[in-house]
């Protein structure tokens, strides 16, 4: 942790510099500056998680400084160093929810007893902050929300996944079979830390999913992932039932985290179809997995907004085939390729090729037993897919769906909203809501409540000019003022603070 000393007096301030040092506590970053100015050049380039600061100084006093720090959002926790007479600053400093103040001379233990206090608080608000960035990921890994419209920086992602591996373990359940529960999981994440330091999970209903995410310093191995898995990968295979698993591992590369994903689904849905083992890690044999999954996806989704007949799809497929493995019908490595990424596809949007082709065509048509393609060419395949998403979508109109999912924003905004709590209420497929926001809005969902809370926060700041920031964030759905200065800032490209300045002037 990092930690701020600022006084005007160099014995003070070394030699309280000096009592944090030898106490061996979490504060082992500490920077001291010699008054407020001081303090303020040494913010540009370091950023404390504490600040502890004298209130007498010249120039620029303690409150001055604090007040100016939250205003450019430099940092938010603050204890005071003051004398007997300054009781008056005390209460005064109490307006800036400073934290605590300790009386001059500084008594070692009454110091001690702070920095604990506060180092417990900031790693409850890093566990909070952990488990909201999460939510952010599982988004973006899960239901392909673009990276740039979640308020997360590249350092954020860096301290969840320093390490230079990070594997993505997906565990599909399948028919009646319950998801994992906190208890096996848990199980799972102790056996993986001894390789991967830092193991997080998350889980959605829609996709029937528990997605794991480790990173380490080194490659899992096929037995440690065994081991790790334990009586899941003993479990009977039988197709359709029980669990199925999907590994993926590659170098830090955490921008692509979502394509780590679809390498494990990919690596899962061979394992389901293709394999006779429960766990499958993803071996990249043809590197154009992405790229075929993407000109397929991209496809689909065009010929539905389009209303392509079944005819021009016949004749449009042929464009399709050479992103492929394979250039013809009759080729083995096409027939596997395509079908992974046709069934990626489907489980992406909450199906199974046994929905849409019954449970026997589908085995069928997806056992590795059978000639490849003879009896269904991969035109018909994508027709036959493209005819049940029309006829499942024209059960709710566009418009309809639209105007169902923004009246839940609006009314619950202030709430704590994810993709999953919006589907549960319409009862829509997360996944089927972020393409019909792309289609009908030209965002995703996630940008457009932002947009909806920030609209409302600038509305509160107008009318209400003295209000704390921390109480608006609130107000509009940010539990934690932190995410909401990210996301001002990446969405206003100012802070609340400036935005509050420029009203004012």
């Not at 005064?92 to 009386?103: E, G």
Request: proline share 5%.
């Amino acid at each position: 942790m990092k930690l701020m000393v600022v006084d005007d007096e160099p014995i003070i301030l070394n030699g309280i510099i000096r009592m944090i040092q030898k106490a061996n506590t979490p504060f082992i970053e500490i920077v001291g500056a010699a008054d407020g100015f001081d303090a303020l050049q040494k913010l540009a380039y370091f950023q404390p998680d504490l600040i502890l600061t004298d209130i007498h100084m010249p120039e620029m006093d303690g409150l001055a400084l604090i007040k100016e720090i939250q205003t450019l959002n430099l940092c938010s926790r603050f204890v005071i160093l003051t004398g007997y007479g300054d009781f008056a600053y005390a209460r005064q400093a109490l307006r800036y929810q400073v934290i605590d103040y300790l009386l001059k001379p500084i008594n070692k233990e009454e110091l001690l007893t702070v920095l604990t206090k506060v180092e417990q608080t900031i790693r409850e608000e890093q566990q909070q902050s952990i488990e909201h960035d999460l939510l952010l990921l599982k988004e973006h890994i899960l239901y392909n929300t673009p990276i740039e419209d979640i308020p997360i920086k590249p350092e954020q992602l860096h301290s969840l996944l320093p390490d230079p591996y990070t594997t993505i373990i997906v565990f599909q359940a399948y028919e009646d079979v319950p998801l994992l529960t906190d208890e096996r999981l848990e199980g799972i994440r102790i056996l993986l830390e001894q390789v991967c330091k830092n193991t997080y999970t998350v889980q959605s209903r829609f996709l029937r999913q528990t997605v794991l995410i480790a990173n380490g310093v080194i490659v899992p191995t096929d037995e440690e992932l065994k081991r790790s898995c334990g009586e899941l990968f003993e479990l009977k295979r039988i197709q359709g039932n029980g669990y199925c698993i999907g590994v993926s591992v590659r170098k830090n590369d955490n921008e692509n985290l979502r394509d780590l994903y679809i390498e494990a689904m990919a690596a899962m849905l061979f394992n389901r179809y293709f394999s006779n083992c429960n766990l499958t890690l993803y071996r990249p044999e043809s590197e154009t997995l992405h790229n075929d999954y993407d000109q397929l996806v991209n496809y689909i989704e065009h010929s539905l907004c389009q209303q392509i007949s079944i005819e021009q799809i016949e004749k449009d497929i042929q464009s399709i085939l050479p992103h492929f493995s394979g250039h013809a019908d009759c080729n083995n490595k096409l027939r596997e390729q395509f079908l992974i990424c046709v069934s990626v596809y489907l489980q992406s949007v909450g199906l199974t090729p046994e929905v849409i082709w019954g449970e026997h065509a589908a085995t069928k048509l997806f056992s590795p037993g059978n000639p490849p393609l003879e009896n269904i060419s991969v035109s018909e395949i994508i027709a036959q897919l493209i005819r049940y998403a029309r006829s499942t979508d024209r059960q709710q109109p566009n418009i309809q769906a639209i105007d169902k999912i923004v009246a839940f924003v609006e009314q619950n905004y202030k709430l704590d909203l994810s993709l999953d709590a919006v589907a549960d209420h319409v009862q829509m497929h997360p996944n089927y809501i972020s393409m019909l926001f792309r289609k009908e809005m030209g965002l995703t969902f996630l940008h457009y409540l932002h947009t909806f809370r920030l609209a409302k926060a600038k509305r509160i700041m107008q009318e209400n000019p003295d209000w704390p920031i921390n109480t608006i964030a609130e107000l509009v759905g940010y539990e934690n003022p932190r995410h909401f200065f990210k996301v001002f800032k990446k969405f206003e490209n100012i802070t609340p603070g400036q935005y509050r300045l420029g009203i004012s002037s």
